[in-house]
């Protein structure tokens, strides 16, 4: 079964950090490009960054919000996906979702920045 | 960035009813558009892709049409398990840009 499973989220003050993890399985992980995508409290989906995998360049991608403070990374090794998220703001909060782009999604991970 | 815009934004409707949801992007996506359903507290599930591709699994009563910028997703008739939020994405040029979503209710 293809499958992504979030975790690392949780509460966090202004200017802080965390880092969330995705574990996958049931497919070859080391092919994928994958993304995050978060979901702020009763708002719509936003698209946060994707890398590519290490066979066409490994390089990120990130949307302007994050761009500078978030970083992703893979550990084929691991099949785990991570989001270092740091300088954080209280408009990061959200459940985060990583995701294989389109049909592959995990059940998300929430993150609350306040003080 | 290219916009994706819904609507509505939320309709009311009735077990049986047909239901059209639209989405337009700001500059020309091709068929590279995919419409995902979400319910409360769980993740987007994929419904459609490239316009007007039913995923394996999802019911014939769902279908996608158009291309360029113009698209819609129809649910021939409306079952109590369709009340959800869907949402419409470009996946044509970077960054993937979703629409704001249109909450299908209960009337």
């Known amino acids: 079964e293809v499958q992504l499973v979030e975790s690392g989220g949780g509460l966090v003050k202004p200017g802080g950090s965390l880092r969330l993890s995705c574990a996958a399985s049931g497919f070859t992980f080391s092919n994928a490009w994958m993304s995050w995508v978060r979901q702020a409290p009763g708002k719509g989906l936003e698209w946060v960054g994707r890398?590519?995998?290490?066979?066409?360049?490994?390089?990120?991608d990130y949307v302007a919000p994050v761009k500078g403070r978030f970083t992703i990374s893979r550990d084929d090794s691991k099949n785990t996906l991570y989001l270092q998220m740091n300088s954080l703001k209280t408009e990061d909060t959200a459940v985060y979702y990583c995701?294989?782009?389109?049909?592959?999604w995990g059940q998300g991970t929430t993150v609350t920045v306040s003080s | 960035d290219i916009q994706m815009t819904q609507s509505p934004s939320s309709v009311s409707a009735s077990v049986g009813d047909r239901v059209t949801i639209t989405c337009r992007a700001s500059q020309g996506i091709s068929s590279w558009l995919a419409w995902y359903q979400q319910k409360p507290g769980k993740a987007p599930k994929l419904l459609i892709s490239?316009?007007?591709s039913l995923q394996s699994g999802v019911p014939s009563r769902f279908s996608g049409s158009g291309s360029g910028t113009d698209f819609t997703l129809t649910i021939s008739s409306l079952q109590p398990e369709d009340f959800a939020t869907y949402y419409c994405?470009?996946?044509?040029?970077?960054?993937?840009?979703f629409g704001g979503g249109t909450k299908v209710e209960i009337k």
């Open positions: 995701t294989t782009g389109v049909d592959v």
């Open positions: 490239a316009a007007s």
């Open positions: 994405q470009q996946v044509n040029s970077f960054p993937p840009t």
């Open positions: 890398i590519k995998s290490k066979t066409d360049g490994g390089t990120t």
